[in-house]
């Protein structure tokens, strides 16, 4: 499965962003798919997730303002992302559990900044 990120660019902070990740091919009966992000000098940390029966879970610090969701019939996990803040400023990754295996997108860059 090859996953393509896409939406991410330059918000201000109190802002919007919807990033998007589509799949190649269909990713029925995926275990979970999930955002990750990097900022530059830290580690990777798992943003949101959403299991196959829709339960989500979301870090702290973007509880209330982010939100995942997914397209099946587009193959698509979205991650709506309001009230920006500069400390979300960071690379942000897609991943797909599925039948054992991670797939993870190319990486999508969203800088906040007035």
């Known amino acids: 499965v090859q996953l393509q990120a896409s939406g991410g660019g330059l918000a201000q902070p109190g802002g919007s962003l919807r990033l998007s990740c589509a799949a190649s091919r269909s990713i029925f009966g995926y275990t979970s798919m999930s955002w990750y992000r990097q900022a530059p000098g830290k580690q990777r940390e798992l943003v949101a997730i959403?299991?196959?029966?829709?339960?989500?879970g979301y870090i702290d610090s973007v509880k209330g303002r982010f939100a995942i969701s997914t397209e099946n019939a587009k193959n698509t996990v979205y991650l709506q992302m309001n009230s920006l803040k500069p400390e979300d400023t960071a690379v942000y990754y897609c991943?797909?559990?599925?039948?054992?295996?991670?797939?993870w997108g190319q990486g999508t860059q969203v800088t906040v900044s007035s």
């Open positions: 991943n797909v559990a599925q039948l054992g295996l991670s797939y």
């Open positions: 959403i299991d196959s029966d829709g339960t989500t």
